[in-house]
């Protein structure tokens, strides 16, 4: 029996375009496994057992009489999925992330299994990378599962399994796929046989699909009845996307939180304000006192019986970038998300971990699905912030020592960043556009300034 997308997840992928592509990326950064590339390559196929969506693609309804379903590719290539690349010796940072931003530009194939894999090398002190991109149609909920996720281990010395055997079930023929339509209307009329045309119409239309994402707005009500503050976030977005990495030290966030208050997001949030406000002013832009940017905050939530992390709901937060002393911005976001975070019941750092474990791009994923059901006029970019674990992981014997998440773009908006934290540190990856931000190196540069600027503070 086939699965069908749900109304949401069928919008996501119909909206999905080459200006305005919808995966998640991830860049893993580790030290050569033992085996090298192929190790990695021989690892990721024994394991895609554990994520069955990875061998499936989607398949449309004859008349659109429903949402599309999840079938087996039985022409599955893992040498399309997983492929391999290399910098010339020794490979920089800057070269790794110029290749990322070419293979995030590059929308995935609707055609296939929604999800590609880049193994490189050549990075300079021996290391490897394993830059990953995953729609969000294959991420409905956190017990979703993430290629990263299965990829890592906790031990250098986990067995690489044995493939598992994998037979492709037959695909159904397209009077199968209209059967199965009618006798879902027949016995849920409800389900409306428009349901995929609505889908392509707006992601709004169905974005209250996403538990709690109503509620969350309602409880920034005040913020989401005016448009977002002007600003160059917001452009048109191209085809071609620039992407930029900055790291902190996570003791040195601890120690202005305990200093000063809050918690670790409020701190990482007052660093992107910061950063955010010393970028305008080098492109020139008026800031002023009550000068703001809006952001849309996804946060991992209990649901109404009380469990965990079971949904991810939206919150519009207004960044003081107008605010000169980087204390009293840090005191206005602790109160700004203090407000959220005692309504909204929102879930600590060590509860998500223990729920998922290490699974960023799919926490990431989540985030960019509520963002994307949202109109653009409301917020100016999307920050995300999912915490991992603070021990080592390793694949194929390789410890990883780096992870960046790339958030995509929503549309009309030039910048989005993610931050993951991960065995004593935080990583930012900022995804712009490369026509209306170019620059977002710089804001990666000012994003580390902006730590070091609270550490002092906090002295």
């Excluded at 991992?300 to 469990?307: L, N, R, W």
Aim: one cysteine or more.
């Amino acid at each position: 029996m086939v699965e069908r997308l749900s109304t949401l997840d069928a919008s996501f992928f119909y909206l999905d375009e080459p200006g305005a592509p919808m995966h998640v990326g991830g860049v893993l950064v580790l030290e050569a496994p033992p085996g090298g590339l192929d190790a990695l390559s021989s690892l990721i196929e024994a394991r895609l057992s554990l994520v069955p969506r990875y061998r499936q693609r989607v398949a449309a309804v004859p008349g659109h009489l429903a949402d599309p379903v999840w079938v087996d590719d039985p022409e599955f290539d893992i040498a399309y999925h997983v492929r391999r690349s290399g910098l010339p010796r020794p490979g920089t940072e800057t070269q790794l992330l110029d290749l990322v931003s070419r293979l995030t530009s590059r929308p995935l194939d609707p055609r296939r299994p929604l999800w590609e894999a880049y193994l490189v090398e050549g990075l300079s002190g021996g290391r490897v990378a394993v830059v990953t991109k995953t729609h969000p149609a294959l991420v409905d909920g956190l017990g979703a599962v993430d290629i990263s996720q299965v990829l890592l281990d906790v031990s250098p010395d986990a067995p690489a399994p044995e493939p598992a055997p994998w037979h492709p079930r037959p695909l159904p023929s397209g009077m199968e796929l209209v059967r199965g339509a009618l006798e879902e209307y027949r016995r849920r009329p409800s389900s409306l046989v428009g349901a995929a045309r609505a889908a392509v119409t707006d992601a709004r239309t169905t974005a209250t699909r996403l538990g709690g994402l109503a509620g969350g707005l309602l409880r920034t009500a005040t913020s989401a009845i005016l448009p977002a503050p002007h600003s160059p976030l917001n452009a048109p977005v191209g085809r071609q996307r620039r992407v930029a990495v900055a790291c902190a030290d996570l003791d040195d966030l601890k120690r202005v939180r305990k200093a000063h208050g809050g918690t670790v997001n409020d701190v990482l949030l007052t660093v992107v304000t910061g950063a955010l406000r010393e970028w305008l002013l080098s492109r020139g832009e008026p800031v002023v006192g009550g000068t703001s940017v809006r952001a849309l905050v996804p946060v991992s939530e209990q649901d109404d019986e009380g469990a965990p992390g079971s949904r991810v709901t939206s919150h519009l937060v207004d960044l003081p970038v107008g605010e000169p002393n980087p204390r009293v911005r840090l005191a206005r976001l602790t109160y700004a998300m203090r407000g959220i975070t005692q309504h909204g019941r929102s879930v600590g750092a060590d509860s998500l971990i223990a729920l998922s474990g290490f699974a960023p791009s799919t926490l990431h994923a989540l985030g960019a699905r509520a963002a994307r059901g949202l109109s653009r006029r409301l917020f100016n970019l999307v920050i995300t912030n999912v915490p991992g674990p603070q021990v080592p992981l390793y694949a194929a014997g390789g410890r990883m020592l780096e992870v960046f998440p790339v958030v995509p773009l929503a549309r009309g908006q030039g910048l989005s960043i993610g931050m993951t934290s991960f065995d004593g540190r935080v990583f930012f990856g900022l995804n712009a556009d490369r026509d209306s931000v170019g620059d977002v190196d710089v804001l990666a540069d000012l994003i580390e300034q902006q730590v070091a600027e609270l550490v002092e503070t906090s002295a």
